[in-house]
């Protein structure tokens, strides 16, 4: 037991030590939580003759380095660093103090005591590189600057750029960047995101969504009560939090959401040119209730079987769990011991059921041209009033005056020389000559499809990098829209109001959907008519446009007899940039910011 001299002589060191500390020319503090294993160490700017002085974490009191260091941080050799990273070990304690020694190792510098949270979620959540190790059954590219690229490593599994040393817009402005230029190919902002306004604008609601459609909130799984919900998708809820904040006052740049159908009972089954007497097609709900009214032929039992094998893995209650809470973690968990240990991604549908199982070919080939791999979205679902354009017209605001709109890049260059990147572009397609710009620093967030067309001069990727990149899968999607006088379809007997159901074997047509807004309203409606992809995608889309409208036109008539006339990942992908050149540039505290502020679960910092 310590007696009063003990206690009085420990207190007298505390008290002696923090009043040296507050006199030392070298302040260290530490401005966030010590809750994940990385942190910015804030230094001021000491006189000259203190440097260069090393850092390192331990003890509170002593003033000799030998009794009080835990490890050391890293050395500061001249003036102009304001932080430091600080990568924290396993066997870190907390109530330890940072401390600044002397090239003779004098103490020049000392924080407060600090507090680490090692049961955090951040911190126990470790990094398993996939470096072919018995978690993995693959080697993965390493993302250095070695293999062409430093992208910080599998993104899903989160983010170690600290080894050595629109939404990217919005991430680093809050971090504090000023200096900052969006480069648009286009002639407006929202990418993927566009809705094609037929008539008039937002308010007159005559549009329809020619890219993704609708945001899924949660799963409720049939027969049960239970809802889970899509964690993937809270970070565009919560961006059009962001959004409405900043533009607060502004009706124009208001982000509102409304709530999207998807499924309809009264939507219809046009198959085999087959019609009631009523004139119409049979509803979803009438061909449940009587399989007959279909006029297939019926499905072999065994394509049934595999149907049921299919929809057993991919609707998995557990798997849609998993990728409900965590899509990037639940994706590889499946890629690494999917289809019962196989792995699985190292089986196609065909090769799995035909080579693996057995099935037969034509049995195989019928079973997996029902779709039955297609997944689903989410039962909760919403949509954007007057349009999902309203999201990226949010931001107008605040990037529109640094935004260069029409400026399509076909080269960027690293320049060892200043250590900056160059953009280059021509202003027309006969240009002989490029016009260039220079940057510090670059986010490229352009599809792989249109990267590979890109030149990279004096870079040399990874081959399975590049590999990666040219061999990309893409499909051709094709909508057409159609704009009616009235929105017959809600005025059935058996009314149709939104969604996708309505379905048919006209070739070319695909999915039909009816508008989520302004539902039972006059005056006329715009349906998505056709929404197709594939070989009729490519097909179609080829078509002169009055061509395909009159044949999508036609094809609504004989279904309706009426003669008048799918974020998330775009935004973690911009969310995943900042975080890099944020992480490359040292500044942790913004970082950690940035995936709190938004949610970021797939980023571990």
Same mark, same amino acid.
């Given at each position: 037991?310590?007696?009063?001299?003990?206690?009085?002589?420990?207190?007298?060191?505390?008290?002696?030590?923090?009043?040296?500390?507050?006199?030392?020319?070298?302040?260290?503090?530490?401005?966030?939580?010590? !809750?994940?294993?990385?942190? /910015? +160490?804030?230094?001021? *700017?000491?006189? &000259?003759? #203190?440097?260069?002085?090393?850092?390192?974490? $331990?003890?509170?009191?002593?003033?000799?380095?030998?009794?009080?260091?835990?490890?050391?941080?890293?050395?500061?050799?001249?003036?102009?660093?304001?932080?430091?990273?600080?990568?924290?070990?396993?066997?870190?304690?907390?109530?330890?103090?940072?401390?600044?020694?002397?090239?003779?190792?004098?103490?020049?510098?000392?924080?407060?005591?600090?507090?680490?949270?090692?049961?955090?979620?951040?911190?126990?959540?470790?990094?398993?590189?996939?470096?072919?190790?018995?978690?993995?059954?693959?080697?993965?590219?390493?993302?250095?600057?070695?293999?062409?690229?430093?992208?910080?490593?599998?993104?899903?599994?989160?983010?170690?750029?600290?080894?050595?040393?629109?939404? !990217?817009?919005?991430?680093? /402005? +809050?971090?504090?960047? *000023?200096?900052? &230029?969006? #480069?648009?190919?286009?002639?407006?902002?929202? $990418?993927?995101?566009?809705?094609?306004?037929?008539?008039?604008?937002?308010?007159?609601?005559?549009?329809?969504?020619?890219?993704?459609?609708?945001?899924?909130?949660?799963?409720?799984?049939?027969?049960?009560?239970?809802?889970?919900?899509?964690?993937?998708?809270?970070?565009?809820?919560?961006?059009?939090?962001?959004?409405?904040?900043?533009?607060?006052?502004?009706?124009?740049?208001?982000?509102?959401?409304?709530?999207?159908?998807?499924?309809?009972?009264?939507?219809?089954?046009?198959?085999?040119?087959?019609?009631?007497?009523?004139?119409?097609?049979?509803?979803?709900?009438?061909?449940?209730?009587?399989?007959?009214?279909?006029?297939?032929?019926?499905?072999?039992?065994?394509?049934?079987?595999?149907?049921?094998?299919?929809?057993?893995?991919?609707?998995?209650?557990?798997?849609?769990?998993?990728?409900?809470?965590?899509?990037?973690?639940?994706?590889?968990?499946?890629?690494?011991?999917?289809?019962?240990?196989?792995?699985?991604?190292?089986?196609?549908?065909?090769?799995?059921?035909?080579?693996?199982?057995?099935?037969?070919?034509?049995?195989?080939?019928?079973?997996?041209?029902?779709?039955?791999?297609?997944?689903?979205?989410?039962?909760?679902?919403?949509?954007?009033?007057?349009?999902?354009?309203?999201?990226?017209?949010?931001?107008?605001?605040?990037?529109?005056?640094?935004?260069?709109?029409?400026?399509?890049?076909?080269?960027?260059?690293?320049?060892?020389?200043?250590?900056?990147?160059?953009?280059?572009?021509?202003?027309?397609?006969?240009?002989?000559?490029?016009?260039?710009?220079?940057?510090?620093?670059?986010?490229?967030?352009?599809?792989?499809?249109?990267?590979?067309?890109?030149?990279?001069?004096?870079?040399?990727?990874?081959?399975?990098?590049?590999?990666?990149?040219?061999?990309?899968?893409?499909?051709?999607?094709?909508?057409?829209?159609?704009?009616?006088?009235?929105?017959?379809?809600?005025?059935?007997?058996?009314?149709?109001?939104?969604?996708?159901?309505?379905?048919?074997?006209?070739?070319?047509?695909?999915?039909?959907?009816?508008?989520?807004?302004?539902?039972?309203?006059?005056?006329?409606?715009?349906?998505?008519?056709?929404?197709?992809?594939?070989?009729?995608?490519?097909?179609?889309?080829?078509?002169?446009?009055?061509?395909?409208?009159?044949?999508?036109?036609?094809?609504?008539?004989?279904?309706?007899?009426?003669?008048?006339?799918?974020?998330?990942?775009?935004?973690?992908?911009?969310?995943?940039?900042?975080?890099?050149?944020?992480?490359?540039?040292?500044?942790?505290?913004?970082?950690?910011?940035?995936?709190?502020?938004?949610?970021?679960?797939?980023?571990?910092?």
């Amino acid at each position: 037991m310590l007696d009063f001299f003990d206690i009085f002589a420990l207190g007298l060191v505390a008290i002696l030590g923090l009043t040296t500390a507050t006199e030392l020319p070298v302040k260290l503090e530490v401005r966030t939580a010590l !809750n994940s294993r990385s942190a /910015n +160490i804030h230094l001021s *700017q000491p006189p &000259e003759s #203190v440097y260069p002085f090393t850092v390192t974490y $331990g003890g509170c009191h002593s003033s000799a380095e030998v009794y009080e260091r835990h490890h050391n941080i890293s050395s500061v050799h001249r003036q102009g660093a304001d932080r430091l990273i600080w990568l924290l070990p396993d066997d870190i304690e907390s109530h330890g103090c940072l401390s600044a020694w002397s090239l003779n190792e004098e103490l020049v510098g000392r924080s407060e005591a600090l507090m680490i949270n090692k049961g955090s979620r951040q911190w126990k959540k470790k990094r398993h590189l996939d470096k072919g190790t018995k978690l993995s059954k693959r080697a993965s590219i390493p993302m250095t600057i070695a293999s062409g690229i430093d992208a910080g490593g599998p993104w899903f599994d989160g983010v170690e750029a600290l080894k050595e040393a629109e939404i !990217n817009t919005l991430c680093l /402005n +809050i971090s504090g960047f *000023q200096n900052l &230029e969006i #480069v648009e190919a286009g002639q407006r902002l929202g $990418g993927r995101v566009h809705t094609a306004y037929l008539e008039g604008g937002p308010s007159d609601y005559q549009y329809q969504e020619m890219g993704p459609m609708r945001f899924p909130e949660s799963i409720q799984y049939t027969g049960s009560n239970e809802t889970i919900p899509v964690n993937d998708m809270k970070l565009t809820f919560q961006l059009a939090d962001v959004m409405n904040q900043l533009n607060e006052g502004n009706p124009n740049s208001t982000v509102k959401f409304i709530p999207w159908i998807q499924e309809n009972p009264n939507g219809l089954y046009y198959f085999n040119g087959f019609k009631q007497a009523n004139g119409l097609p049979p509803t979803v709900t009438e061909i449940d209730d009587n399989q007959s009214l279909t006029g297939e032929i019926p499905v072999d039992p065994q394509v049934g079987n595999i149907t049921d094998l299919i929809a057993g893995i991919g609707c998995n209650p557990n798997t849609t769990a998993a990728a409900a809470k965590n899509v990037f973690t639940a994706f590889k968990a499946f890629t690494e011991n999917g289809l019962n240990g196989l792995g699985g991604e190292d089986w196609s549908e065909f090769a799995y059921l035909h080579n693996y199982l057995g099935y037969s070919l034509n049995d195989t080939d019928q079973a997996i041209n029902t779709g039955a791999f297609a997944g689903g979205g989410g039962d909760s679902l919403w949509d954007l009033m007057s349009g999902l354009n309203q999201l990226p017209n949010a931001f107008y605001p605040h990037v529109g005056h640094i935004t260069t709109m029409g400026r399509s890049i076909e080269r960027a260059e690293f320049l060892p020389a200043s250590k900056q990147v160059q953009l280059s572009w021509k202003n027309s397609y006969t240009d002989t000559t490029f016009q260039t710009q220079n940057y510090d620093y670059a986010i490229i967030a352009v599809p792989f499809s249109k990267i590979r067309s890109w030149r990279f001069p004096n870079t040399q990727f990874n081959p399975t990098l590049k590999n990666a990149i040219t061999a990309m899968p893409y499909t051709t999607v094709c909508k057409v829209a159609l704009q009616f006088s009235t929105r017959f379809w809600e005025h059935y007997p058996l009314p149709i109001f939104g969604g996708c159901s309505t379905t048919t074997d006209i070739p070319g047509i695909g999915s039909i959907c009816y508008p989520s807004y302004k539902l039972n309203s006059t005056g006329p409606g715009v349906m998505l008519a056709s929404y197709t992809g594939g070989d009729f995608g490519i097909r179609f889309a080829s078509l002169p446009e009055l061509e395909h409208v009159q044949y999508v036109l036609n094809a609504m008539i004989e279904i309706h007899g009426y003669t008048q006339a799918w974020i998330s990942s775009a935004l973690e992908s911009g969310i995943r940039g900042s975080v890099q050149l944020l992480l490359e540039l040292g500044l942790v505290d913004e970082t950690k910011a940035i995936t709190e502020k938004f949610m970021a679960r797939w980023i571990s910092i």
